[in-house]
């Protein structure tokens, strides 16, 4: 008798199989992928103020969708094609088979990543040619970057996940889920300057990942300079770092102790 | 070892009660079709079966294990059974082979990915995407991706709803030659002639409880109940119901001093007996 598959292994399967899956769904790669491009160049183009020495608000702007990004590929598209599967009984058949539920979350962590890969270099890519973004040249820039990037994209999942079980069916899961995301995108600095947002509403944006997100990327692409400009008169990196570990807690524990295979 | 043992199972769901006190037993090798109406508590028991749903109370063991239990036993528990639910829908976007080789994936001791696509009869659409198939097209993947693992117990949940009389007539073939391999089998179905074809022994559950388990040829005293003699005489065809139909047709034979016209013998369907074991039950 062999031994069942680790869940690791399985988890990279798992992986594998949602890529392929994604890729020959034209219509959630070009509106998970190319919306947050469209998005950039309409307002790059539209907004083109300067709103500190040497700093632009497109520059500002593809900053906020690098964040939004992260936001884009794991949170909302999770939280809206994970309901779907439940409501195709796709994930009941899961449950009924040996695969176990770590290697289900493996396999979207995966998506996800590759995901937002793609869709930080499309961002990047446009930002430098269009909107005047500088590559930083600092190694540790890139060092913030990385850890940003993989805790943000990591939470982004698991929150995915967790509130994958909000939405009561598939159909209505992308009217509950996106205006989330557009709220918080206001709320949080990506299509406005965040300090100048009414007092509340920076308050408010505080207590969600999103805006520590795009004040975090800002560190990376905007000059030092900038940090005086923000809120806290600076980046405030180890506090973006915990407030992103305690979501990741939060995310996971909910997707662990809550996830829905069935339909109620 | 029985496959599954089942003891005082009971289930409500607020106010309704579901299953009222089930026992059942199915031995090793066995194919069981549970029967019942809709509502009838057959979709509970088979879920908590399963290990979809816990019961309130009750003990279950399937294969020697208790259905709610987790961790790594569970999944070991999981790799020596199959379930085909009732109308899944995948989203499609993958071909009927890579869906099937991914699952072969998850067990430890899987059916060849060639020989499960031929044994539900979908050679020809291997290489289709599901969301191209037929709606029994789908249901034969469905099964498929049940068998894939080399299951020592197999769940049916009405397995040919939507099936046309051909595609029944395979999917029967195609379940009998699981029991050749040894595979324990729970189906339920609505089709009467389905369990008569397959099952060994039927259970027939309505309110919640179990009304009768017997083989199909003994349900409801089947097989001494009345039969119906029907024949010609002069311009006229006459009906005796007999518990004795043997001797009566002797009695006629000597009658018509040989041939009798239009000669029918007709015992009580599986439905007939069905139907009115659940409309007593109504009463």
Known sequence: MNKIPTAVSLGLRRGGLEIRQFVRQRESVVFTLLFPVILLLIFGSIFKDTIAPGVTFSQYFVAGMIASGLVNTGFQALAITIPLERDFGALKRLRGTPMPASSYFIGKAILVSVSTLIQILMLLGFGVIFFGVEMPSDPTKWLTFTWLVLLGSTSSTALGIAFSIVPKSGRGASAVVSPIVIILQFFSGVFLVFTQLPTWMQQLAAIFPLKWLTQGIRSVFLPDSFATQEVARSWENEKTFVILLLWLAIGIYFSVRKFKWERD | ?283
């Not at chain 2, 579901?18 to 079709?33: C, K, N, S």
């Open chain 2, 1 to 283: 070892m029985a496959a599954i043992e089942v003891t005082g199972l009971t289930k409500s769901y607020g106010s309704t009660h579901a299953v009222r006190g089930i026992d059942l037993t199915i031995a090793m090798g066995e194919i069981f079709a549970l029967l019942g109406p809709n509502g009838a508590g057959k979709t509970t028991t088979v879920e908590i079966l399963e290990g979809f749903r816990a019961p309130d109370s009750g003990d279950v063991r399937v294969l020697g294990f208790d259905p709610r239990g987790g961790g790594h036993a569970a999944r070991q528990w999981r790799n020596r059974i199959g379930i085909v639910l009732q109308a899944t829908s995948d989203s499609g976007d993958l071909t009927v082979s890579e869906s099937i080789k991914h699952f072969s994936g998850y067990y430890s001791n899987p059916r060849g990915v060639d020989e499960v696509i031929n044994a539900v009869g979908l050679d020809e659409k291997a290489g289709c995407l599901i969301r191209e198939l037929s709606g029994g097209q789908r249901r034969r993947l469905d099964v498929g991706l049940g068998i894939i693992g080399n299951p020592e117990l197999l769940f049916l949940d009405e397995p040919t709803t939507g099936f046309d009389p051909q595609a029944r007539r395979s999917f029967w073939s195609l379940i009998k030659s699981f029991r050749n391999d040894g595979t324990t089998i729970l189906l339920t179905t609505h089709y009467l002639d389905e369990a008569e074809a397959l099952a060994d022994r039927v259970g027939v559950i309505n309110h919640g409880q179990m009304l009768e388990i017997s083989t199909p040829f003994e349900l409801g005293g089947r097989s001494s109940a009345q039969a119906v003699i029907s024949w010609r005489d002069g311009d006229v065809i006459k009906t005796q119901a007999t518990y004795n139909p043997t001797s009566f047709i002797g009695t006629l034979t000597s009658q018509f001093n040989g041939e009798i016209p239009e000669l029918t013998v007709i015992r009580p369907s599986l439905e007939d007996i069905y139907l009115k074991m659940i409309g007593e039950a109504h009463e």
